[in-house]
């Protein structure tokens, strides 16, 4: 099942519809109590993200769900057009308090920065080269075993892979398990991807309803 599509902006408008679409979409799956809080909740982490993220962006949103073994796999998704320029960008550094654009802080903020930064460059190849090496956190998700993936204009972080790369530390960073535990994305989806493409830039929670 896939619902409708939703547009999102980053003055959150078309925040209101989305969350009655999770709604319906809990419904329609046969999701109560916990289980449609938890697809609620997940929503309005994934809409807030946008929020104030660059002046004009537009989004579309949307949900997904099919049976599995384990029970309904549901999938939240946020996708996004590279068409953010460079006074869109200034826009953006200008609403933040100090001026630039801060370190961004949480699993959701670093999620959110790799989300705008994307969205502002096209230039996949060496762009995202670049980024993963720049940004520890993020190369930490982006490749291990068959999840990831990698092509020319192509890359796949997961919120899974990440975990997984901290666990194996000897010694795991504190301040980013700090962040996990803290953190609502990572405590309830079973895994967040973020596809970085030439064209587009999507999020994708997955959380598998027993």
């Known amino acids: 099942m896939k619902s409708d599509i939703i547009n ?3 003055d959150l408008g078309g925040s209101e519809e989305a969350m009655a679409t999770a709604e319906r979409f809990s419904s329609y799956n046969g999701f109560t109590g916990r289980d449609a809080r938890h697809i609620r909740l997940l929503t309005e982490e994934l809409v807030s993200m946008v929020h104030g993220i660059m002046e004009g962006l537009n989004a579309e949103l949307w949900f997904e769900s ?21 006074k869109q960008e200034e826009h953006f550094l200008s609403v933040a308090s100090s001026g630039k654009n801060e370190s961004a802080k949480g699993i959701l903020g670093k999620i959110r920065e790799a989300f705008r930064v994307s969205a ?13 090496a720049a940004n520890s956190w993020y190369a930490m998700g982006a490749g291990r ?11 796949m972080w997961s919120l899974m892979n990440y975990r997984e790369s901290l666990e194996r530390e ?8 700090d962040e996990l535990e803290k953190s609502i994305i990572a405590k309830l989806a079973d895994d ?11 999020v994708v929670i997955e959380k598998t309803v027993k």
């Open 8 to 10: 999102i902006q980053s």
């Open 66 to 86: 099919e049976k599995t073994d384990e029970g309904t796999l549901c999938r939240i998704c946020l996708c996004a057009q590279k068409s953010v320029d460079a």
């Open 145 to 155: 075993g068959g999840i990831s993936r990698e092509y020319a204009n192509e890359r």
């Open 120 to 132: 502002q460059y096209p230039h996949t190849g060496i762009y995202l080269t670049e980024y993963a």
């Open 170 to 177: 000897n010694e795991p960073d504190t301040e980013e398990w």
């Open 192 to 202: 967040v991807k973020v596809w970085l493409r030439s064209d587009t830039t999507e």
